[in-house]
T-cell receptor
Framework: EAQVTQNPRYLITVTGKKLTVTCSQN?????MSWYRQDPGLGLRQIYY???????DKGDVPEGYKVSRKEKRNFPLILESPSPNQTSLYFC??????????????FGNGTRLTVT | AQSVTQLGSHVSVSEGALVLLRCNYS??????LFWYVQYPNQGLQLLLK??????LVKGINGFEAEFKKSETSFHLTKPSAHMSDAAEYFC??????????FGSGTRLLVRP
C-alpha cells in the first residue's frame, strides 16, 4: 500500500531534550516536506526537500533540522525543543514538487508536546 | 504574494443540506488552487484541484468547486451533506513548484 509513515504518533518530551520524528514514503517520490498544524493557523511549511541531499527552508524553519540522505526518508530533528514547538506535525511527499499533477500525500501526523 | 482566506472556522449544516465552504485567494499569477480534507486523526487528502481549463471542478465524494477569477474565489460545495463529510477542510494556493500556501481551515459539522 502506498503511504507516508510517521513515527511516533504521539510524543511528550521536556524542554531541551533532542528528538527525531521519522518519516518514510514507499512511492519513490522525489519531493518531501514537513508541516506543522496549529489551531487557527492552518498548515505552515517547516522544511522541504526536492530530492536526495537537496533541502530548503519553508516558512517556519527556526528550531528544526532535516536531512535527506535517502530518497524514502526525511527525518525532522528538534535539537533543543521548546514549548512553542508543541504542535501537530505532518510529513508529506509528492512525485515532483507540488505542481499541478503532483498532489501531496500526507502521513497521519505526530502530536508533539514539549513541557 | 499568494495568500488564502477561508471564511468561517466552523460551519454547521444539517444532514442533507447544502454545504458551502468559502475560500478567497490572492495571487499575482494565474493561480493553481486546491481543496484538501482532513478526517479526525488523519493526514490531509486531496479533494480536488483547479489548474487550467474548466472553472467548475469536480472532486471526490460529491464535492465540487468553482473558480471565479472576478471574485478571486474558489468556494467548495456539495448539494447534500452526509454525516461522513464531517471533517476539516483546507483551501490552498500554489505559491511555487515547491510550496503550497494553506488557509487556516474550516471545520464542517454535520447535524443529524
Amino acid at each position: 500500500e502506498a503511504q507516508v509513515t510517521q513515527n511516533p504518533r504521539y510524543l511528550i518530551t521536556v524542554t531541551g531534550k533532542k528528538l527525531t520524528v521519522t518519516c518514510s514514503q514507499n512511492m519513490n517520490h522525489e519531493y518531501m516536506s514537513w508541516y506543522r498544524q496549529d489551531p487557527g493557523l492552518g498548515l505552515r511549511q517547516i522544511y522541504y526537500s526536492m530530492n536526495v541531499e537537496v533541502t530548503d527552508k519553508g516558512d517556519v524553519p527556526e528550531g528544526y533540522k532535516v536531512s535527506r540522505k535517502e530518497k524514502r526518508n526525511f527525518p525532522l530533528i528538534l535539537e533543543s525543543p521548546s514549548p512553542n514547538q508543541t504542535s501537530l506535525y505532518f510529513c508529506a511527499s509528492s512525485l515532483s514538487g507540488q505542481g499541478m499533477n503532483s498532489p501531496l500525500h500526507f502521513g497521519n501526523g505526530t502530536r508533539l508536546t514539549v513541557t | 504574494a499568494q495568500s488564502v482566506t477561508q471564511l468561517g472556522s466552523h460551519v454547521s449544516v444539517s444532514e442533507g443540506a447544502l454545504v458551502l465552504l468559502r475560500c478567497n485567494y490572492s495571487s499575482s499569477v494565474p493561480p493553481y488552487l486546491f481543496w484538501y480534507v482532513q478526517y479526525p486523526n488523519q493526514g490531509l487528502q486531496l479533494l480536488l484541484k483547479y489548474t487550467t481549463g474548466a472553472t467548475l471542478v469536480k472532486g471526490i465524494n460529491g464535492f465540487e468547486a468553482e473558480f471565479k477569477k472576478s471574485e478571486t474565489s474558489f468556494h467548495l460545495t456539495k448539494p447534500s451533506a452526509h454525516m461522513s463529510d464531517a471533517a476539516e477542510y483546507f483551501c490552498a494556493v500554489k505559491h511555487s513548484s515547491y510550496k503550497l500556501i494553506f488557509g487556516s481551515g474550516t471545520r464542517l459539522l454535520v447535524r443529524p
